[in-house]
């Protein structure tokens, strides 16, 4: 790094230290602003959508058996002060804010957040054994239709396919930015012992609380990746299983965030959901003795992709020529063949002759995924219509959403392992891993921050190869992001957001990169950013119409095309019913009127 850069770091280091108001307390009032006559939201509130599908969470026995009940659910949360704070609600008028029937609120996090949470109840409830790609489709649909009013969505399901549903919206949510996270329970919460209360409270903290830009399952005090879990067992609260993956996070004392396996979306792309499901799909499990013609009946048109799975690390019988004959045929006539493992962990590899004959029979190798995983891939990747055979092949193969373990491509560079941080180990007389990470865990998101700020790509892929994390943020929650969008730096933003970067990240004044972007007006900043989804909150878009014409009042333009670029609505009214443009012709300035004319 240049000594400029260095200088530059100083100077930002010290500007970073100082002391700063803590506006999470201040904002805990409600400010007194009005919008269409209701008072403003907190500025501590985040919001989750839920989405109840069914399952055992909502069910009560009826004609001794467990099956779901209708329109009980948000009744039974609302009598429930760990999942729904009465007092609050009545106070902040969440009820003419939000409406009545389905909104509830939790009680105030540790970190000083209230979760609003919004219910939306699919009827008919399903126990997820009924459940088919449709129903998949509907929750991908909902989700994207509800994608710029949440922080994070919340689907209750039953758990004997939850596993299924996860895998397929993993792939379905294209370019995802925000948590999705599916859970349930294996008793109903009616019940007085129970596990719905405490999977749905976590599932509903984490989905407010953390950018994870992930279809996730969270069960029994962990968060899973979506596509990497499978139920396990029918009676315990601990149901599933993530084999070849460890959790995303744990709640235990604290909630505790894996950030070096958090996916990230590596994307200027905006979010979109692909319902476009190919049903021809199947699973093969190979048992001694399967019959060719068994095999050849199953591998029958209309199939087009089948999930093999084979023994140990992915092999069949190397002395069965009439069945891996009909394996050739298959994959000759363009039906695609994953081959995964029938064992829960482990990964599926050519070591032996076994394994081999399935590879030269034209089976792709599904690594590590689960058979959950490698089903749905199918189903996404051969509903693409646009593709050709091959290129449906090379995607399969390739890692999409985290689906499958990459190999390892030498050994990497570590953060710890370098001068700087072992000099502060020293200095500190710090010798344990522990310590070191902390110290590393403090100092890169400061130094990753001062390069954005100097537009520093260098240092960021330095600190990068190295290992640290350039999604994280300082001590004031400020990622690399935000400063690269409060300083204009067009080329550092697409770095960031190509490596992994997200546009949802809240500073601790729950400021975006976007509304830094806004406030220090860099308009392709603005603009690549709301390319890949970024967005305001609708209650902010809702109430922007007073500070719209203030800035027509002051005829500043740039700041009211700034604004329309980041997505705002200029027809907004002022408190008084003015609009901006109004304000303009009121004032006689005929060039302004052109030009806000244009932008709408
Ligand atoms: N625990 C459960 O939710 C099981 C139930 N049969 C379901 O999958 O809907």
Known sequence: MADSSLDNMTSLARALSQPKQDLTKVCGVMPPRTV?????????????????????????????????????????????????DKLYAQNTCLYDYYGRNNTLVLPLSKANNRIVYTILEYKPLLDSSNMTPDDWVRIGKDIKDNYESYNGFVILHGTDTMAYTASALSFMCEHLGKPVILTGSQVPIYELRNDGRDNLLGALLIAGQFVIPEVCLYFYNKLYRGNRVTKVDAASFNAFSSPNLAPLATTELDITINWDTVWKPKTTARFQVSTELNQN?????????????????????????????????????????????????????????INCTQCLRGTVSASYATGK??????????????????????????????????????????????????????????????????????????????????????????????????????????????????????????????????EGHLDMVQYLLSHGATVYAKDRYGDTPLSKAVRFRHKDVVKLLRKTGAHFSRDKLDGIGTELCSLAASGDMEGLEIWSLAGADLNKPGYDGKTAIQVVQAAGKTEAVEFLTQLM
Not at 60 to 76: E, F, G, R, T, Y
């Open 357 to 486: 004959v399935l590879m030269d029979a034209g089976l792709i190798p599904g690594g590590d995924m689960t058979p959950e995983a490698a089903l749905s891939k199918l189903s996404y990747v051969l509903g693409k219509k646009d593709f050709d055979l091959n290129s449906k092949k090379t995607m399969i193969s390739e890692n999409l959403r985290g689906e499958m373990s990459a190999e390892l491509d030498g050994a990497k560079l570590c953060l710890s392992d370098s001068r700087f941080i072992q000099a502060i180990a020293q200095s500190l007389s710090i010798s344990c891993k522990e310590e070191l990470k902390a110290i590393c865990d403090a100092v890169t998101p400061t130094l990753a921050c001062a390069a954005a700020k100097i537009g520093d790509i260098q240092a960021l892929e330095a600190l990068n190869k190295m290992g640290s994390n350039l999604w994280l943020g300082d001590y004031d929650g400020s990622t690399p992001l935000h400063v690269a969008a409060s």
């Open 36 to 84: 269409e006559g209701l008072p403003c939201r907190p500025c501590n509130e985040v919001r989750v959508f839920v989405i109840n599908t069914g399952g055992t969470i909502g069910m009560v026995i009826h004609d001794d058996v467990l099956a779901p009940k209708a329109n009980a659910l948000v009744q039974s949360l609302r009598k429930l002060p760990i999942l729904h």
């Open 281 to 337: 799909v199947g699973l093969l499990r190979l048992f001694p003795g399967i019959t060719a013609d068994t095999v050849k009946a199953f591998l029958q048109p209309p199939m087009e992709g089948v999930v093999l799975e084979t023994y140990g690390s992915g092999n069949a019988p190397d002395n069965r020529p009439d069945l891996l004959a009909e394996l050739r045929k298959a994959t000759d006539s363009g039906i695609i063949m």
